[in-house]
C-alpha cells in the first residue's frame, strides 16, 4: 500500500486549493479514504470521508469544513482529492490522506502535504 | 459530537518501564476504539483496533483493554523506539474524533 499526497502550499485567506492523494497496491474502490490533518504542534483532526464503491461513495465531513471542502475521487486513476475554498488561517496544517477501515481505523497513511493559509 | 479525552498528557518513563495510557470517551463505543502512535514529523501508525486486536507488525509489548467510556493503551517493557505521541480514536459516530494524544518522554 502506497498513499501520496501533493498540491499543498501557501495560499491566502478566502483561497482555494485542492490536494491529490495518490493511491497505489490496493483495491482502491473497495476502500474507505479519509483525509486527516494537524495543524502546526496540535493534535489530530479527521476532517473527512469517501466511502467505498459497495456505499456509493457517499461522504462525511468534520462541521468545521462541511460547505467549504469537498472529497472526491478517481477510482479510474486511483487518486482522492480534497478541494478546499474560502481557506482560514485555521485551516493551516499538514494533511494526510489515509484508508479508512470500518470497525478498525486507519491502517494506511500518507507522508502528508502542507497547507499553510497565510496574507 | 463524541469527545476523546486521554491522560495522562504527558509521561516521563525509562526504558523498561511499563506504561498505561487512559482514554474516555463521552458516550459509550462498544469496543470501536483505535490507538495510534505518532513519532515527530511522521505519519501516525496504526497499533490496536477495537479496543485490543494488535494490527499487524506491532510488537506485541502494546496491549488495548477497555469498553464502553474507558479504554486503555499498556506498553510493557518501553523500549527506546517507543518513545513517541499515542491518540485514541473512535469513528463510532461521525465526527470521528481523536484524542488530544500523550506524550511519553525519556525520564
Known amino acids: 500500500v502506497q498513499l501520496v499526497e501533493s498540491g499543498g502550499g501557501l495560499v491566502q485567506p478566502g483561497g482555494s486549493l485542492r490536494l491529490s492523494c495518490a493511491a497505489s497496491g490496493f483495491a482502491f474502490s473497495d476502500h474507505y479514504m479519509d483525509w486527516v490533518r494537524q495543524a502546526p504542534g496540535k493534535g489530530l483532526e479527521w476532517v473527512g470521508r469517501?466511502?467505498?464503491?459497495?456505499?456509493?461513495?457517499?461522504?462525511e465531513y468534520v462541521a468545521s469544513v462541511k460547505g467549504r471542502f469537498t472529497v472526491s475521487r478517481d477510482n479510474s486513476k486511483n487518486f482522492l482529492y480534497l478541494q478546499m475554498t474560502s481557506l482560514r488561517t485555521e485551516d493551516t496544517a499538514v494533511y494526510y490522506c489515509?484508508?479508512?477501515?470500518?470497525?478498525?481505523?486507519?491502517?494506511?497513511w500518507g507522508q502528508g502535504t502542507l497547507v499553510t493559509v497565510s496574507s | 459530537d463524541i469527545q476523546m479525552t486521554q491522560s495522562p498528557s504527558t509521561l516521563s518513563a525509562s526504558v523498561g518501564d511499563r506504561v498505561t495510557i487512559t482514554c474516555r470517551a463521552s458516550q459509550s463505543l462498544g469496543n470501536w476504539l483505535a490507538w495510534y502512535q505518532q513519532k515527530p514529523e511522521k505519519a501516525p501508525k496504526l497499533l490496536l483496533y477495537?479496543?485490543?486486536s494488535l494490527q499487524s507488525g506491532v510488537p506485541s509489548r502494546f496491549s488495548g483493554s477497555g469498553s464502553g467510556t474507558e479504554f486503555t493503551l499498556t506498553i510493557n517493557s518501553l523500549q527506546p523506539d517507543d518513545f513517541a505521541t499515542y491518540y485514541c480514536?473512535?469513528?463510532?459516530?461521525?465526527?470521528?474524533?481523536f484524542g488530544p494524544g500523550t506524550k511519553v518522554h525519556i525520564k
Open positions: 477495537q479496543a485490543s
Open positions: 480514536q473512535q469513528c463510532d459516530s461521525y465526527p470521528c474524533t
Open positions: 489515509a484508508r479508512g477501515v470500518p470497525y478498525v481505523g486507519f491502517d494506511d
Open positions: 469517501s466511502r467505498n464503491r459497495a456505499n456509493s461513495y457517499t461522504t
